[in-house]
């Protein structure tokens, strides 16, 4: 995969974000309500990304400066290509630009009906974190959080 830093509006980018809200729909009943603007995922604060595999746009995600750390959102791959490590990919790439951004620790925040993303995160080295945003109390969502880099790095 190919993993390509593009504005949170690039086409490819609202195209994967669509299919993920419409995915939340199927899931939950309901779209991600957390508030995000475009801006926070620009530098120096933030970036978004695209995987390509040859030259399709097949997964995307992004981080965001948040409450003292680096925040993944909207991490998506698209369901005819799962399987294959392109969330893991992803993944990586984020926790390694967040690090040369200069965070250390990075947060994110999944729920009961998307045990892939919860086997993904755990599997990642994630451990369970400290609630925050409008789903803390949530009795359906899982906060995760995770050193990266190294002090000095």
């Not at 593009?6 to 309901?30: T, W």
């Not at 957390?34 to 926070?40: I, K």
Request: with cysteine; hydrophobic share 40%; glycine share 10%.
């Amino acid at each position: 995969m190919d993993i390509r830093t593009v504005a949170y509006s690039h086409p490819d980018a609202r195209a994967l974000i669509a299919e993920l809200q419409k995915e939340y729909v199927d899931r939950y009943g309901d779209e991600d309500e957390t508030p995000v603007a475009p801006e926070e995922f620009a530098p120096p604060h933030g970036a978004f990304a695209v995987g390509y595999d040859d030259g399709r746009p097949v997964a995307c995600g992004g981080w965001r400066a948040f409450g003292g750390a680096a925040e993944v959102k909207r991490m998506y791959v698209r369901a005819q290509d799962r399987g294959r490590g392109l969330a893991r990919a992803m993944l990586a790439h984020l926790e390694a630009d967040a690090a040369r951004a200069g965070w250390r620790r990075v947060l994110l925040m999944t729920g009961d009906l998307q045990p892939e993303a919860v086997a993904l995160y755990r599997s990642s080295g994630y451990a369970p974190a400290e609630p925050w945003g409008p789903y803390a109390d949530d009795p359906l969502a899982h906060f995760y959080a995770k050193e990266v880099g190294r002090p000095g790095a």
